[in-house]
């Protein structure tokens, strides 16, 4: 139809494309076909054309028709050419005359090399997406003359250094998936709009030396080298080393990283999965603004305060990480971490040390001076939490934990704990007392615990429970002060629940996970009470129980309503023993009996035998 604006062509097996005569179409989708030719004047009647998806066909060929093609369509804001095959001098053909283009996508294609010409008839360019090719090189005046380009995605190439990073007009850079071992930019005045910048997954061995005026807040370095030198001051200056090598400084010595991250306004930062053996406490607390901290899979084992003092004096300066909020330490083999280390954490409310091996340790009054600080004996330090009073969520699975004493906690206003599968954990009686009025998760699955090491005080906002994976038999009644909204119980050794207490916590709970129990089927009032107060189940169907002839399905017996139980429980257990006594104490007395006749018998009547 003449007045058709949008055409939706995909998922066919077109393979030649002649004229169309859709003068109002603005939106032409011809994405996965096999299409090989269009026709010079193929799109030559489309004049109010602005988005051509043409990904996932096999446009490198006919490039002197599809070129024309492609060039009479000089009104399209959105190109899509993904996925074609396409080699550099098919993509420098394809997009010329394109002065309005906008976005071009260009991923899972053949590009090895971006030439300065490339763009030069497309300069609106705002957003430009190649990843998945295999891209080495990029000629200098590539991209700086596109003035409008915001985005510009080259994920998944081969590019291996970025010596000059000049795109002052870029907001969002994806440079991850490649090989680069160093990101540059010479020092200059002009400021930079760069905000997000991903470098994950490549070979740096240093930290970015960045623009120096720039609005970076999103930095994402994981997957990298960055730490594999030994200690930060080497990896700093190495870093400059190389700066000053690249722009071929002779005279001036300066501490080019450093100087440039001090004025980033970076809030987040992801440095896990590098290769990290000490904390780089100089560098990171350069960043006033930082909020989010990744650090989790280096192998740091200890964070010790090695800060290189300012003045002669030799004492250890006090750094702070003011705005440091959210900080991920899992999985570095962590067994120290100075004091001096937590209380540079002043807004800290997220801290995630699983799969480590710190030893929590009671709340102590004083906490030692920065003077005194020694290097610590780091097998036996323990670390004291309750020194973290903005502390919210903090998680301990893992830690081959030995010890929970009193106290703890008890300084915090925790929200979150987590202390899931430390089985060795011996909690001294009352381990928990400590713990604040304010934790609303408590999860304490995998420790091993019975339902004699456990008692809980009230916690009056607690609302998630998870004690799945121990041995316990009995909810603590003490949780009864509690608004609990879900509990998990899963795993554990319970013949039957307190009905009563479902009862009392009947006001909040909605859910409850109670398979991998060994209930009895008889005493099952609890299930009752559950279903009446329309509380979810959800595994009731993975849910066995036993009766004194089998184990079934608890919902299967329900539904069958057994005549097994038709004894209350408890008395047909007694009945039962009771049987069995009176059938052996018989058996004896008739033996017995026997065997007292026969000798009468055998001696004096004889003659009966
Ligand atoms: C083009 O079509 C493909 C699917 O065939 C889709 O994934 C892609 O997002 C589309 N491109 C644009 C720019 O909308
Ligand atoms: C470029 O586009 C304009 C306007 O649509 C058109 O007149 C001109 O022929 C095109 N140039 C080429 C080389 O196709
Ligand atoms: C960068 O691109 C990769 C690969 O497509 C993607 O996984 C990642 O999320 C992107 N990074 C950002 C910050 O968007
Ligand atoms: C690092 O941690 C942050 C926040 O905890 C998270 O959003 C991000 O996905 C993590 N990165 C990786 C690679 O897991
Ligand atoms: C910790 O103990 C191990 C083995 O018991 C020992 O090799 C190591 O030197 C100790 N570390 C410190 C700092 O004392
Ligand atoms: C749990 O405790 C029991 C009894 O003390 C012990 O036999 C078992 O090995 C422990 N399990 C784990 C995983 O530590
Ligand atoms: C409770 O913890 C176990 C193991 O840590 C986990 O598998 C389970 O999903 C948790 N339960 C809920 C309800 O999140
Ligand atoms: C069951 O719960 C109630 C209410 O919390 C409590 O008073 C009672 O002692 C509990 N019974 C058992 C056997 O624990």
């Known amino acids: 139809h003449g007045s058709l604006r949008r055409l939706d062509l995909s998922n066919n097996f077109i393979r030649q494309l002649h004229t169309l005569a859709l003068p109002y179409l603005e939106q032409l989708d011809l994405s996965s076909n096999q299409l090989d030719l269009i026709s010079e004047g193929a799109f030559e009647n489309l004049a109010r054309l602005e988005e051509l998806n043409l990904s996932r066909n096999v446009l490198n060929n006919n490039l002197g028709s599809n070129s024309k093609a492609l060039q009479s369509v000089s009104g399209l804001k959105i190109l899509d050419l993904s996925m074609n095959g396409l080699r550099d001098e098919a993509v420098e053909r394809y997009l010329q005359n394109k002065s309005s283009l906008d976005q071009l996508k260009m991923s899972g294609n053949a590009l090895t090399r971006l030439s300065y010409s490339l763009f030069k008839e497309s300069k609106g360019l705002r957003s430009i997406t190649i990843e998945d090719n295999q891209i080495s090189v990029i000629e200098q005046g590539t991209f700086e003359p596109l003035r409008h380009l915001e985005m510009l995605n080259l994920a998944r190439n081969n590019l291996a250094h970025i010596c000059d990073f000049k795109l002052h007009q870029v907001k969002y850079m994806n440079l991850s998936w490649n090989s680069i071992e160093f990101f540059v930019t010479q020092e200059d005045n002009l400021f930079y709009r760069l905000e997000i910048l991903d470098l994950s997954h490549n070979k740096l061995l240093y930290f970015p030396i960045v623009p120096k005026m720039n609005r970076l807040k999103y930095l994402h370095l994981q997957n990298n080298m960055v730490g594999a030198l030994n200690s930060e001051a080497a990896m700093v200056s190495e870093a400059n080393a190389l700066y000053s090598e690249i722009i071929k400084e002779r005279t001036v010595r300066k501490n080019n990283l450093h100087s440039n991250w001090r004025l980033m306004p970076l809030i987040y930062i992801d440095l896990s999965y590098n290769h990290f053996r000490s904390f780089p406490l100089e560098t990171l607390s350069l960043l006033s603004s930082l909020e989010t901290l ?63 091996s710190v030893q929590p340790c009671a709340s102590m009054d004083h906490l030692q001076s920065p003077q005194s600080t020694q290097p610590m004996n780091t097998n036996t330090s323990c670390i004291v939490f309750g020194q973290l009073s903005t502390l919210k969520h903090l998680n301990l699975k893992e830690n081959n934990i030995e010890v929970l004493q009193p106290n703890t906690f008890q300084k915090n206003s925790l929200i979150s704990l987590n202390l899931a599968r430390n089985p060795r954990m011996v909690m001294q009686t009352k381990a928990f007392e400590g713990v604040p009025k304010t934790l609303q998760s408590l999860i304490i699955s995998e420790i091993n615990m019975t339902s004699s090491d456990f008692s809980l005080p009230c916690m009056p906002m607690l609302t998630q429970l998870n004690m799945s994976s121990n041995r316990l038999d009995m909810i603590p009644s003490s949780l009864s002060c509690s608004p609990l909204r879900e509990i998990d119980i899963r795993d554990n050794r319970f013949v039957s629940l ?54 079934v399905a608890m919902t299967g017996y329900r539904k069958k309503t057994s005549s097994d139980c ?44």
């Open 294 to 356: 990744n650090f989790s899979h280096n192998c740091l084992q200890n964070i010790i305060w090695k800060v290189r003092s300012a003045n002669a004096s030799g004492y250890r300066r006090q750094l702070f990480f003011s705005s440091l909020k959210h900080l991920n330490m899992q999985s570095n083999g962590l067994v120290y971490i100075s004091p001096l280390f937590l209380k540079a954490l002043t807004q800290i409310e997220t801290l995630n040390l699983q799969d480590n």
């Open 498 to 551: 307190n009905h009563s207490l479902i009862r009392a916590l009947s006001e909040h709970l909605k859910l409850i996970y109670v398979s991998g129990n060994h209930f009895n089927c008889c005493d099952s009032e609890w299930l009752t009470v559950l279903n009446e107060l329309e509380i979810k189940l959800p595994d009731i169907n993975d849910t066995v129980c036993f009766t004194i002839y089998e184990n």
């Open 566 to 609: 038709l004894f209350h429980p408890k008395s047909q257990e007694i009945h039962f023993g009771q049987m069995i006594i009176i059938v052996i104490f018989v058996a004896v007395i008739l033996t017995v009996l026997i065997i007292s006749i026969r000798k009468v018998c055998c001696t004096q009547i004889s003659f009966i035998v």
